[in-house]
């Protein structure tokens, strides 16, 4: 992985930190979710203007993956619900890149080197020593498999856009026609789960989740184009920092607790990183 790719991908993961702390600080994660599903399928909307159509198989791609983002957002939401960002974000992201490696090893053609695969054991050690707190904080546990559905969703749609993005041949065209069919599909879901009040919010909510939207948006296009011109697996484990950012806005802006542990695990994802890139 170039230079480049790598710094590309660390600061998608600072962004991706960012648009979850702004859902999980919002009153109604599950509309928030939404909203920004919403502002950010509109924008998918206008690049597509601009980009290629997809053609031939990218067309199955990107209905599988509008279903993995769909299903992602709504264990996602749920798990928020019920805990810190600092708890159910790392179980959720930290358990995506082991999956997308199994069954990278299987289904993928990407050479991975035996350093880089140390790298991403580390970064998942990390963020599953920084979630071990739910057991002995008195925090719900049913966000625990909440939280594991949704990395189950994000080693799905990880797999899907880097092989569906190669195929179509172009990162941005691929990720706006992505946020189109994920913006259908997640208002459908919502309007059948929560009714058409779902959508109704004040300008705030829906200024806030413009701005998550807009940060999704550009996280993930980098991260699908990266998944052009770099291994899935390795894109994968350094979008997966995002852990370490997650917990310092969690302790810093939304003053959750902080200890030892999570400063520990915090410290294995930094060598995980170091790891992968050097």
Request: aromatic share 12%; hydrophobic share 60%; charged share 10%.
């Amino acid at each position: 992985m170039s230079l480049t790719v790598f710094l590309a991908v660390l600061f998608a993961a600072i962004l991706h930190a960012g648009w979850n702390a702004v859902i999980r600080s919002g009153v109604d994660r599950f509309q928030g979710m939404l909203i920004l599903t919403v502002t950010q399928g509109i924008m998918g909307c206008v690049m597509a203007m601009f980009a290629p159509m997809p053609s031939g198989q990218a067309w199955m791609w990107l209905i599988a993956s509008g279903l993995f983002h769909t299903a992602y957002k709504l264990f996602l939401a749920s798990a928020y619900q019920r805990g810190d960002l600092s708890r159910v974000y790392p179980i959720a992201r930290g358990a995506a890149p082991m999956m997308v490696v199994l069954v990278g090893l299987v289904l993928l053609s990407d050479r991975i080197a035996g350093q880089e695969y140390l790298g991403i054991a580390l970064i998942g050690i990390g963020v599953m020593l920084m979630a071990q707190g739910v057991f002995g904080s008195g925090e719900a546990r049913s966000l625990i498999p909440l939280a594991l559905g949704s990395a189950a969703c994000t080693a799905g749609y990880t797999i899907v856009d880097g092989v569906g993005a190669r195929v179509m041949g172009s990162a941005t065209g691929y990720t706006a026609w992505l946020f189109v069919f994920d913006l259908v599909f997640f208002s459908v879901f919502s309007a059948a789960i929560k009714g058409r009040r779902v959508f109704v919010a004040s300008r705030q909510r829906w200024t806030t989740g413009t701005l998550a939207g807009g940060m999704s948006l550009v996280t993930y296009w980098i991260a699908v184009w990266a998944m052009t011109v770099a291994p899935i697996a390795l894109v994968a484990a350094v979008r997966e920092t995002s852990v370490l950012f997650a917990v310092i806005i969690g302790v810093v802006w939304m003053k959750e607790r902080a200890n030892i542990g999570k400063w520990i695990a915090a410290l294995v994802i930094l060598a995980g990183v170091v790891t992968l890139r050097f």
